[in-house]
DNA sequence: CGTATGTGTGCAAGCGCTTACATGCTTGTG
DNA sequence: CACAAGCATGTAAGCGCTTGCACACATACG
C-alpha cells in the first residue's frame, strides 16, 4: 500500500545553473552571463563552463530565465485555426524565424469565428509573452485595452487596420478588390459574380472591388455569401447550384480562396463549360495548387512568408530598444494565368 | 539627449498576487490557493479576493506559477511544418483540448526532414513542458537519452512505434499497407503502382502492401519514390511522366497522399483516361476534399482529431497521476469511393 | 470541561534564474 | 610609484508565484 515506488522510477534530479556552476567552480552569476553573452567570461573561465555544461547535460531553465528578466523569449502566435488554413505559411515563417532568435513561440487558436479569442488571449496574456502576434482576428475595444494593460508589443497581420493598436503588418484588402476591379475592367469583363467569405477581410476587398467597378462605369457584381468555410467541395457546390438556375452565366467568378476556385474550375469542367472561353474564374492566396491546375488559375498572390518573416523582424527589433514602423505594407500581386482572358 | 522618454510611455505597473491580496486584505497564499482551488477559501474570502481580481484586472503570471510548481501547463508540439501538413488537425485537436484544462501548446517546427528536431528539442526542454508531442518524428536514442534526463512526458503519434519511448498513439502503418492490399486483391487488381513519399512511415505503408500481395499471390507493385512533397502539382507531375512513358498504364495507383491522388486523378482527365474504368486511384489521409471530388476518391481514413484528442488526454492524465496505456491505436479504414471499382 | 479534529489563513522558504553593485586584480598614465 | 580605469567575477536581492508547516479558532466528543 504504502510502498514508496511512484509512478515513474526517480529520475536523477535535473541539473540547474547551481550544479553546473560548482562543477565548474564559479558562481552562478558567472555562468548566467557566459550562457547569455559568452564574451564577457574569460575565455578559460568560458571553457570550463561549457565543459561543465556537457558533462552534466544542462538545459537552462527558460521559465525561470524569463521570470527573473521578465523577458520570456515567448510569443503568442494566434490564429482561427491550423487545420487548413490560408495563415499557415505566415505561422512557418513566424515559428522558423524566431527560433533562430532563441524565441519560442505559443500557439493559440481563436476559432474560425473568433469565438474563443478572450480565453486565448488571457492564456497567452498569462504566459508573459514578449509579443502576441494575430492573425485574422479583430481586436474590439475591450481586448485592446487589456493588451495595453498587459504592456506587451501586439502585431496585428494580413491586414492594415486604419488604427492599429500597435503595429500592424500586411497589405490593404480594399487595394485588392480596386485591383481587381480594374483587372476586370481592363480585360473586358462586364457579368462578375463574386463567392465570398463574410469575414471583415473579404468584406473589404468586395467593397474595394465594387467601387472600382462603378469607377469603370461596369455593373456591380453578383455576390454570393459564404457561411463558414471557403473549402473546395463548396466552391464546387456553389457553382454549381449557380449555373442550375439556368440564368446567363457570369462571365467571371471571382473567389474568396484558391480552394474555393479550385472547386469552381473543377465544377465547370464537369459540367463542360469551357474555362476561361465561358468563364473565368479568380482565385486568392496564390497557393501552389493554383499554379498546378489545368488550366493554371489566375489569383491573387500574397506572401504570406513574408508577412511572418516581417512579424518575427518587427517582434525582435523591439526587443532590441529600437522601434520598428506602426505599419508594413507587404502589397499584393494579382498573378495573371490560364483562368482569365487576357487584356483587350 | 538624456531625455527621460522610453519608447512606450511608463505604464502602470501590472498587478501581480501581492496587489491583489493587499486589496482583498488577505495574504497572497489564500490568492494563490483561491486561484488554484477555489474550494478551499471561506467563501466570503472568495467573494472579496473575485472582487479584488476584477477591479485589478489582474492575470496570473504562469511563468512564475511555472517556475514554484515545477509543473508548468505547457505542452509542447512538434510537427515538420504547418504549411499543408496532414497532421495539422491533429495539432488543432491538441491546441483547443488542452486549452479547455488550462494549458498551453508550444509550437516546434522539426522540418520537413526533421533536420531541426535537434534544435527544436532543445528549445522545447528549455520551456520545461510537462509533456512533449511528437508528430511526424523518429526519435533515434541520442534525443530519447535527452528526453529521459529531462523526465518529460512524450507521446509519439501517427504511428506505433515496436518501442514506443514513452507514449504513443497512431496507427500502424504495416496494417495499411497490408489492409489496401487485401482491398486490391480482393477487387481483382493486377497492376498496383505506388507513388510514395520516402519517411518511414510510408515505407512500412509500403511493406505491409507487398506482404499482403505476396500472400495473395499478386506481383509487387511499381514504386516511385518522391524527395519531399506528397502535393497536387507532383502528382500530376508523376502521373503524367509514367502515362508519357507508353509503357502499359497500372490499373491502380495508390498514393502516399490525398493531394497527390487529387494530382494524378486530374492528370488522368486530362488525358481522357477514365477512372475508375482504366485507371483506378487511391489516397492517403481521407482529406475532406477526397469526398469532394469527382469521381471522389478512394482513401485511408485516419482520424487525426481523434489522435490529437486522445494524445491531450493521455498527458492530461499523467498530470493527474494516472498511467495511461503506453500505447493506443486508433485504427484506420479504408473509404471506398468512386476511383476504385467495387469487389468482385 | 479537557482534548481530539477540522477549517481557514498566514508565514516564510523556496523554484532557478538575472543583474545591480561590490570586490579584487591587472594595466595604463602622469 | 600612486592612482584612476577597466576587467572578470562574486554577492545577494529579487522576479511572482506555490506550498509545507504552524496557528488560531470553532466544533465535536467522551
Not at 558567472?30 to 553573452?37: D, E, K, Y
Amino acid at each position: 500500500m504504502s510502498a514508496p515506488a511512484p509512478a515513474r522510477p526517480a529520475a536523477p534530479p535535473v541539473p540547474t545553473l547551481k550544479s553546473v556552476a560548482a562543477l565548474a567552480g564559479v558562481s552562478t552569476a558567472t555562468v548566467s552571463r557566459f550562457l547569455n553573452a559568452p564574451a564577457v567570461v574569460a575565455p578559460d573561465t568560458g571553457d570550463r563552463i561549457r565543459a561543465a555544461i556537457a558533462e552534466t547535460g544542462y538545459v537552462p531553465n527558460l521559465l525561470a530565465g524569463g521570470l527573473a528578466s521578465s523577458r520570456s523569449r515567448l510569443v503568442s502566435v494566434i490564429v482561427p485555426s491550423v487545420g487548413q488554413s490560408i495563415f499557415n505559411d505566415t505561422v512557418d515563417a513566424i515559428v522558423e524565424e524566431l527560433a533562430l532568435a532563441g524565441y519560442s513561440v505559443m500557439l493559440g487558436l481563436s476559432g474560425e469565428d473568433d469565438g474563443r479569442l478572450a480565453t486565448v488571449l488571457d492564456a497567452a496574456i498569462a504566459r508573459r509573452p514578449d509579443g502576441i502576434i494575430l492573425t485574422g482576428s479583430n481586436l474590439s475595444e475591450p481586448f485592446r485595452a487589456k493588451l495595453r494593460a498587459a504592456g506587451i508589443a501586439v502585431i496585428e497581420t494580413w491586414d492594415l487596420p486604419p488604427a492599429p493598436m500597435d503595429m500592424a503588418i500586411g497589405f490593404s484588402h480594399v487595394a485588392v478588390g480596386r485591383a481587381l476591379g480594374a483587372f476586370l475592367a481592363d480585360r473586358g469583363y462586364r457579368r462578375p459574380h463574386v463567392i465570398s467569405a463574410s469575414g471583415v477581410r473579404a468584406r473589404h476587398r468586395l467593397e474595394g472591388l465594387m467601387q472600382m467597378l462603378v469607377e469603370r462605369g461596369l455593373p456591380p457584381p453578383t455576390v454570393d455569401f459564404l457561411g463558414g468555410s471557403t473549402r473546395f467541395g463548396e466552391g464546387r457546390q456553389r457553382f454549381g447550384t449557380l449555373a442550375d438556375r439556368g440564368d446567363p452565366l457570369p462571365d467571371v467568378i471571382l473567389c474568396s480562396s484558391d480552394w474555393l476556385a479550385q472547386g469552381v474550375l473543377i465544377e465547370a469542367q464537369m459540367r463542360g463549360i469551357a474555362v476561361p472561353d465561358r468563364l473565368s474564374v479568380i482565385g486568392f492566396g496564390n497557393l501552389r495548387m493554383a499554379a498546378e491546375m489545368e488550366p493554371a488559375i489566375t489569383s491573387v498572390d500574397i506572401n504570406g512568408r513574408a508577412i511572418g518573416a516581417h512579424a518575427a523582424a518587427a517582434l525582435l527589433a523591439r526587443a532590441a530598444g529600437q522601434v520598428p514602423p506602426a505599419t508594413t505594407d507587404v502589397g499584393f500581386s494579382i498573378v495573371e494565368r490560364e483562368t482569365t482572358r487576357s487584356a483587350a
